[in-house]
């Protein structure tokens, strides 16, 4: 898999991994870890366009859309090895998820052109000091390789709930001219920021926010 990637600065592991836990990543990671499958030269899995989220966290929005729509194939991406293993030990029997439990940067590179439908990335690290914003999910090259994965009228479903972020993430998508606006914030301005929508599930880090702001950008 490509090497040069952008690094990974967060966490991937809380102050332990609890035996319980271990025993989850160990007994049913090795079945969904898209990871190991692609490294072994296996073919991408989905034969239809997936949805993806990057970074879920303990996946409350990911268990919520799976069971929502347990029809469409979905890529859960998080490092965290913690809110791996709780995704994992909530799974239903039936399902239609692959798990990618590293550094999403090493996954962009290697998926087919035009096979994402939606891709979630709520709440990322906001990495406020100036000079780490070079380390925000959302850059010019990352929004190339998303539109690069989404189908047509395919789209980004973002969320923050960090104004200066909020600020960046549209000023970046405002001048990539692959992507058009569909709902939601539209500055960095909390008072402006539309209701969330009802139907849309929120996480661990949405719940603490006193104000949230949700994106919907659509490639062309
Ligand atoms: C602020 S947390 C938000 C978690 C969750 N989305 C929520 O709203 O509760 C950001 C998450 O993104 C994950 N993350 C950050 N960079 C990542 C990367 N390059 N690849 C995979 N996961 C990443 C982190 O491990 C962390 O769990």
Same mark, same amino acid.
């Given at each position: 898999?490509?090497?040069?990637?952008?690094?990974?600065?967060?966490?991937?592991?809380?102050?332990?991994?609890? &035996?319980?836990?271990?025993?989850?990543?160990?007994?049913?990671?090795?079945?969904?870890?898209?990871?190991?499958?692609?490294?072994?030269?296996?073919?991408? =899995?989905?034969?239809?366009?997936?949805?993806?989220?990057?970074?879920?966290?303990?996946?409350?929005h990911f268990l919520?859309?799976?069971?929502?729509? =347990?029809?469409?194939?979905?890529?859960?991406?998080?490092?965290?090895?913690?809110?791996?293993?709780?995704?994992? $030990?909530?799974?239903?029997?039936?399902?239609?998820?692959?798990?990618? =439990?590293?550094?999403?940067?090493?996954?962009?590179?290697?998926?087919?052109?035009?096979?994402?439908?939606?891709?979630? *990335?709520?709440?990322?690290?906001?990495? &406020? $000091?100036?000079?780490?914003?070079?380390?925000?999910?959302?850059?010019?090259?990352?929004?190339?390789?998303?539109?690069?994965?989404? *189908?047509?009228?395919?789209?980004?479903?973002?969320?923050?709930?960090?104004?200066?972020?909020?600020?960046? *993430?549209?000023?970046?998508?405002?001048?990539?001219?692959?992507?058009?606006?569909?709902?939601?914030?539209?500055?960095?301005?909390?008072?402006t920021w539309p209701?969330?929508p009802l139907d849309? =599930?929120?996480?661990?880090?949405?719940?603490?926010?006193?104000?949230?702001?949700?994106? *919907?950008?659509?490639?062309?």
């Amino acid at each position: 898999m490509h090497s040069l990637v952008p690094g990974f600065y967060g966490r991937t592991m809380g102050k332990s991994l609890s &035996p319980e836990k271990a025993q989850i990543l160990s007994e049913k990671l090795p079945a969904v870890n898209l990871h190991h499958h692609l490294e072994e030269g296996h073919d991408w =899995p989905f034969s239809n366009p997936c949805w993806m989220e990057i970074g879920f966290g303990f996946a409350e929005h990911f268990l919520a859309q799976q069971k929502q729509n =347990p029809e469409i194939p979905f890529i859960g991406a998080e490092v965290f090895k913690n809110g791996v293993a709780h995704c994992l $030990k909530h799974l239903p029997t039936q399902h239609k998820c692959w798990i990618f =439990p590293e550094n999403v940067h090493l996954l962009m590179p290697v998926i087919p052109a035009q096979s994402i439908e939606r891709i979630f *990335i709520l709440f990322p690290d906001p990495w &406020p $000091k100036k000079r780490h914003h070079k380390r925000r999910l959302i850059q010019m090259a990352f929004l190339d390789q998303c539109f690069r994965a989404l *189908i047509s009228q395919g789209a980004l479903y973002l969320a923050s709930d960090v104004p200066d972020l909020v600020g960046w *993430i549209l000023e970046v998508l405002q001048q990539h001219s692959g992507f058009v606006y569909k709902a939601g914030a539209t500055s960095a301005d909390p008072t402006t920021w539309p209701a969330w929508p009802l139907d849309w =599930p929120s996480t661990r880090y949405g719940s603490k926010a006193a104000h949230k702001a949700f994106m *919907i950008w659509e490639k062309i």
